[in-house]
């Protein structure tokens, strides 16, 4: 099936305004006390994230994982308030309770952020049951990593998934690397998409630094999930191009592999095509690359602004 | 003497303890190959030394590590395996609550877990409740196992190489802010002892029952009150279970008054153990209320002025000492 031009334009946007907002926190997060914890980001796997959320509805819902900043940005999620959240300030989507880490963006169905591996799993299970149990025409993607697959909760929340024919899409971003692990060192079976099969659902490989396939495969998943056949395991090949986190110096990763994957770079594989083909002219990606800018530094500059919480604010949010 | 982190000195444990013994392995998530190039964590260096027979990377599979040493302990082989922070404790506390824990008492005493589960812990990194919530009271609520919580680096290379001689299942808990924190450590080969609470310090007005990362705000806080003439007795708990209540119990009768500081969350936490000791056994020795000084009822915020205010602190404890003394 045909992708229409606005839905390609539009993961181009969402691209672009990831890969905008990573590198920003890739210098920001080096400056001493700007940024707490962990930073982790997911630089050149954008394809994934854009390709997903542009296949879904406001209603559908997604659940993400530590490397969430591309999902939530895809799924609509205000840039302001995520940077303001990466920042730990006030303003931020939760008011500096989770940091960059844990942001939780519910306003776009985007309830949870989990960085436990593997937490993502059977809560996509519980939000998908609930849109079967109201007869919503909506579904879950619970976005999780190659490592994530080898926590119990996978298994469970597979074969359960599958059991009740539940509208939602295991979205594995396997980007080869689960901490300094290649994928090999921690799996045995060549491609996770064929688990897919021992828990009766179908699995899908998908090159995941063509957002374009990304989309087409969501985009069935969805659909054969709203027509109640259950869920779908889809595997993502991509790349970890940058460390786990900021501090990471990938010693463990082979330079020229890095560079292979940089190479395949996600944007410009959509980029060019749509201006080889004249659906954008240079000019227009231009704009849109610095419109992309501008957000990011709104963004930026409204973070840098905003005040930090009151320390006894802390006391507030445990119970309803 | 040599000055170590409490990373280094458990690695001199590991280390030492894999030379003496054949049946030590180690196994976790990035215990040999790791993200961090570090010489203060605790696993640097043990893979090129040991090899991958012995340096076990796993991986991200929790239930799997903990349940790898319960049937490996079983076997006779003596595991320390690592989880990478404590609320990670949660996806393998099947295999350590259910099992390790009870499967000696259900053979009737016939079977023994020589294991130790080595834990990452403590608030003050900005990485927010799912990577910051101590947990050691959830442990220590398990009978069958011991529960080992050091506060200095000579004590975490002592007690973790009695916990890998231990016949019993250790959850050995290591706060990550003092991996950075030079300290001295004896040169010569020592064990230290589990089940023996410390006194860090002596004092006669007070004492103050503490463990892990609060020792060090205990102790300056300690200097503080002395200044103004209120001598605080130190005693670093070490080990949560099996409790030394003799160590407690004489102190609090020497000074007549208790606080008890953690950095883990109030309701629930060790605190209210020790406070029922002292109330039931000393009741008599007290001459004012007992005090806890702990984290607030809630999940650790990442925001730093929050997490500040989320972490007890030196001024917490100088309040509470000044309202019972
Ligand atoms: C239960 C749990 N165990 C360990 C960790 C530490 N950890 C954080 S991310 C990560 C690797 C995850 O790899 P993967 O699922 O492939 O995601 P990626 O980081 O590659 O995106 C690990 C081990 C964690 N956060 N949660």
Redesign the interface.
Known sequence: MEIPTQKKIEMLETMLLSRKFSDSLVELCKIQGKIPGMMILSTGQEAVGSGVCAALEPGDVIITNHRSHNHLLSKGADPKELMAEIFCKKTGCNKGKSGTLHLAVPEVNAPCTTTVVGGTLPIAVGRAFAQQYREESAITVCFFGDGAANEGSFHEALNLAALWQLPVIFLCENNLYAGAQRYEEHTRVIDLAKRAGAYGMPGVIVDGNDVQAVYAAARDARQRALEGGGPTLIECKTYRCRGHGETDPQHYQPRDEIKQWQEKCPIPRLSDELVSSRVISSEELKGMESRAEKIVEDAIRFAEESPYPEPHEALEDVYV | MQKLGMGQAVNQALREEMHRDPNVFIAG??VG?????NPMFPTTGLLEEFGPGRVK????????IAGLAVGAAEAGLRPVVEIMFN??FT?ASDMIVNHAAKLRYLSGGKSSFPLVVRIKSGAG???????SHNLEAWAAHCPGLKVVMPSTSADAKGMLKSAIRDDNPVIFIEHMGLYFAPMPVPEEEYLTPLGKADIKRQGSDLTVVTWSGMLGPAMSAAQKLSQEGIEAEIVDLRTLTPLDKETILSSVKKTGRLIVMHEATRTGGFAGEIAAVVMEEGFSYLKAPLRRVTG????V??????????IPGEEDLIKAAKEIV
């Open positions: 998530e990035g190959v790791s993200i961090h190039v990377d796993t991986p991200v599979s929790e239930a799997a609320p990670f996806l990194f900005g990485a927010g409740c799912q990577h607030p009822d809630i999940p915020p990442a925001s730093p002025p929050l997490e500040r205010f989320y």
